[in-house]
């Protein structure tokens, strides 16, 4: 599963935000609305309610790192405290566990969860990074593209067009695969799994012409 590794890296930057900055910023959301509804219906005890949804979020994530086992009792917390930030990073992890028991349906319909239900532009364009893997792992070379033509954040463009020639080669369609590569390559020339897979098309390309 290396092909997933750099959005691992987001996802687990976006991880250490919550747990570092989260209860921060339900004290601060607390502190400005008790300006207009009044601080008494943000009570300590709600505080403690949040650190404790938090601690358990925490927990079922470890678990399921761990054993793998775990998936139904993390859906079951990720259902009960939706619109929390849980269900967002609790979705990418079951996609991750189901792309790791090859659960390529399931892993699909998680990653849909994160673009259905999150706010953010950058969040969901690494579940469509991610999304657009899974659909060519399928075959499902056209959902794959229309998926990564749905990327906007312009961090990611090398990653799209990585992707983008992997979908035209597996499709035998090499000249579109090299532009996309060459592509990949202007946002990241060091990328050498790039160059790797550029350099490999002129291979399946031969390979292709003897069949």
Known sequence: MEQFATEEQQV????????????AIIVGAAVGLGGLW???????????SK??????????VEALAQDGQNSQ??????????????????AFMLAKAAVDSDKLDEAASQLNVVINRSEQVAVQDVARL??????????NNEQALATLDAVTTAAFDGQ??????????????????KTAYVAALAQSQSNR?????????????TQQDEE
């Open 12 to 23: 687990e930057a976006i991880k250490r935000f919550w747990k570092e900055n989260g209860i």
């Open 38 to 48: 009044g601080w008494r219906y943000y009570n300590a005890e709600q505080i403690q």
């Open 51 to 60: 650190e404790m949804a938090s601690l358990t979020y925490q927990q079922q």
């Open 73 to 90: 009792a993390l859906a079951s917390f990720v259902e009960q405290n939706e619109g929390k930030g849980y269900d967002i990073l609790g």
């Open 130 to 139: 991610r999304l657009a893997r899974i659909y060519s792992q399928q075959a």
């Open 160 to 177: 799209v067009q990585e992707i983008r020639g992997d979908v035209y080669a597996a499709m035998g369609q090499f000249d579109q695969a």
């Open 193 to 205: 799994l790039v160059e790797m897979k550029l350099d490999n098309l002129a291979v399946l390309a």
